[in-house]
């Protein structure tokens, strides 16, 4: 059964309609890619998952609640984690406070102290420099700490915009082999990304996104080889 289900989404800003009947699921356990060019729509589809604008139609169903009803700050607690575009990572505040901050909506301390050395494992140059300013970190290491502080929720699943954009390919490739490892430790993730390449290289299924409305669907093994994809996406 899918754990989120998007239907007939249509999101507008003003006059202009950006997200045009957009229809998705998310099933548990899987990596779902979101891909398409600069503009398409892909982080408005995010930002309407997590409450931060309203759709003007269309259902978005996360394990039976209805999240168009439920205000943003409210939908952490149910298990969805967002690490969104450029990081927004607390520049003033060190590592380790940044992280902390992830585990608002927890109250067990000990549960939060194992999650904290469970995020250090995966990301040991966070633990390396966990009281460094977080703004003084490299791009890649913001985007480790993004998604360090995204796990420390705890959550069912966790979407991730663009969390290739701006970094060298060494930290690209690295960035790729952690979130492909917090899906095999049982996180569910959507994955949106310009980089349809690496993301589809770590995703079950993919959609592509184009101007607001979704062109393509399918495997995403299947989808590598599809003629207009290579050629519009990956560059070949
Ligand atoms: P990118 O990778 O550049 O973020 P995207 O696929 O995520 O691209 P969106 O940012 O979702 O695309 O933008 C979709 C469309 O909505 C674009 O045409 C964009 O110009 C428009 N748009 C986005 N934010 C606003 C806003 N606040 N006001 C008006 N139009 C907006």
Same mark, same amino acid.
């Given at each position: 059964?899918?754990?989120?289900?998007?239907?007939?989404?249509?999101?507008?800003?003003?006059?202009?309609?950006?997200?045009? %009947?957009? *229809?998705?699921?998310?099933?548990? !356990?899987?990596?779902?890619? =979101?891909?398409?060019?600069?503009?398409?729509?892909?982080?408005?589809?995010?930002?309407? #998952?997590? %409450?931060? #604008?309203?759709p003007k139609a269309g259902s978005i169903e996360f394990e039976g609640h209805d999240l168009t009803k439920i205000p943003a700050h409210n939908i952490v607690s149910l298990g969805m984690a967002h690490v969104p575009e450029g990081r927004r990572i607390f520049q003033e505040l060190s590592v380790f406070e940044n992280l902390k901050l992830g585990a608002y909506t927890r109250k067990d301390k000990n549960e939060i102290s194992e999650t904290l050395e469970k995020v250090y494992q995966?990301?040991?140059?966070?633990?390396?420099?966990?009281?460094? #300013?977080? !703004?003084?970190? *490299?791009? %890649?290491?913001?985007?480790?700490?993004?998604?360090?502080?995204?796990?420390?929720?705890?959550?069912?699943?966790? =979407?991730? /915009?663009?969390?290739?954009?701006?970094?060298?390919? =060494?930290?690209?490739?690295?960035?790729?082999?952690?979130?492909?490892?917090? *899906? /095999?430790?049982?996180?569910?993730?959507?994955?949106?990304?310009?980089?349809?390449?690496?993301?589809?290289?770590?995703?079950?299924?993919?959609?592509?996104?184009?101007?607001?409305? #979704?062109?393509?669907? !399918? /495997?995403?093994?299947?989808?590598?080889?599809? /003629?207009?994809?290579?050629?519009?996406?990956? !560059?070949?």
């Amino acid at each position: 059964m899918a754990m989120l289900t998007i239907n007939n989404l249509e999101v507008y800003y003003g006059i202009i309609q950006a997200i045009k %009947g957009v *229809s998705f699921e998310v099933n548990e !356990g899987e990596v779902i890619a =979101l891909i398409g060019a600069n503009g398409a729509g892909k982080t408005t589809i995010l930002h309407t #998952i997590t %409450g931060l #604008i309203s759709p003007k139609a269309g259902s978005i169903e996360f394990e039976g609640h209805d999240l168009t009803k439920i205000p943003a700050h409210n939908i952490v607690s149910l298990g969805m984690a967002h690490v969104p575009e450029g990081r927004r990572i607390f520049q003033e505040l060190s590592v380790f406070e940044n992280l902390k901050l992830g585990a608002y909506t927890r109250k067990d301390k000990n549960e939060i102290s194992e999650t904290l050395e469970k995020v250090y494992q995966r990301f040991p140059r966070l633990k390396e420099r966990k009281n460094q #300013i977080a !703004g003084t970190l *490299s791009g %890649g290491e913001q985007q480790m700490l993004a998604m360090g502080r995204a796990l420390m929720s705890h959550p069912k699943i966790i =979407l991730m /915009d663009e969390p290739s954009m701006g970094l060298s390919p =060494l930290f690209v490739s690295e960035i790729f082999d952690i979130i492909k490892e917090i *899906s /095999d430790n049982g996180t569910t993730v959507l994955l949106v990304e310009q980089n349809a390449k690496k993301a589809l290289s770590i995703a079950n299924r993919a959609y592509v996104l184009e101007t607001g409305k #979704i062109v393509l669907e !399918g /495997d995403a093994d299947e989808m590598m080889n599809n /003629d207009s994809v290579k050629k519009a996406y990956l !560059g070949e």
